[in-house]
């Protein structure tokens, strides 16, 4: 499309159908994705905007005996409590201490889940498996680990979250869903040695890619939206 045109209704449509469409899928189908495919998202993923176009963004594209691999190596530090308290993250996603609406907000996502899945608030067994399930990248075909560059700094990070719905949004484009998953912060040695980081190179997150299992209860979790009128603030004088 013409930048200096105005979109027609129908591809208007399309854009919020790709948004409003996107949540996190935590089961998918073990049905391949073309690598033409992969790289059609990824493409169109690089024009999100970076500061001075510095494009900070390095993609790891992980299927077949790649992903059986990490997933094994990291599944098994998971399950082991001794090993698993010497893995850290090397950057705090979620704040140290939670406040509201926050915490309200983090809470209801995990109980609604676990609540789908028939998890009750004292089975601290069955959350760690279904936690766990994340480093199989739910059993999506793709596993996509990003890094960045350490010198790059809070903006590049910024852009880099830019990049990252563009990818979940070009996804849904051609049909496919994602989860993006933090949760592999904590293992980014075992990452970083699978798949040769440099020194310079840091984990930002990992994402599961794939066709998502309608049949799975989990994928029926739509989270809430704030409504605007609760986060934006007009201002016309």
């Known amino acids: 499309m013409n930048p200096f045109e105005q979109p027609s209704p129908a591809e208007a449509a399309a854009v919020d159908a790709a948004i ?7 089961a998918f189908l073990p049905t391949p994705i073309p690598r033409t495919t992969i790289e059609d998202i990824l493409r169109v993923a690089s024009r999100a905007p970076s ?25 098994a530090i998971y399950a082991n409590p001794e090993e698993l308290a010497t893995h850290v993250e090397e950057y705090s996603y979620y704040p140290k201490t939670w406040a509201s609406p926050y ?6 996502v995990g109980w609604d889940l676990y609540g789908l ?23 999506a075909p793709v596993g996509l680990i990003f890094s960045i560059d350490r010198a790059m700094q809070a903006g590049s990070w910024l852009d880099y979250g830019m990049f990252l719905e563009n990818i979940m949004i070009a ?10 998953q933090a949760a592999f912060t904590q293992f980014h040695k075992v990452i970083g040695e699978e798949l ?10 990992g994402m599961a890619l794939g066709y998502a299992d309608p049949d799975a209860v989990e994928n029926s979790l739509v989270t809430e939206r704030a409504p ?10």
């Open 196 to 205: 040769n980081f440099t020194p310079d190179q840091m984990l930002v997150c």
């Open 171 to 180: 996804a849904r484009a051609r049909g496919l869903h994602t989860c993006p």
């Open 51 to 75: 500061g001075t176009n510095t494009q900070p963004w390095q993609v790891h594209v992980l299927t077949g005996a790649a992903r059986q691999r990490l997933s094994d190596r990291i599944s």
């Open 20 to 26: 409003t469409s996107r949540h996190s899928m935590r």
């Open 103 to 108: 915490i309200e907000r983090r809470r209801k």
């Open 228 to 237: 605007v009128s609760e986060f934006a603030t007009f201002i016309e004088n």
């Open 117 to 139: 899945l028939g998890i009750a608030k004292t089975d601290k067994d069955r959350m760690q498996q279904q936690h766990g399930r994340n480093y199989r990248f739910f059993d």
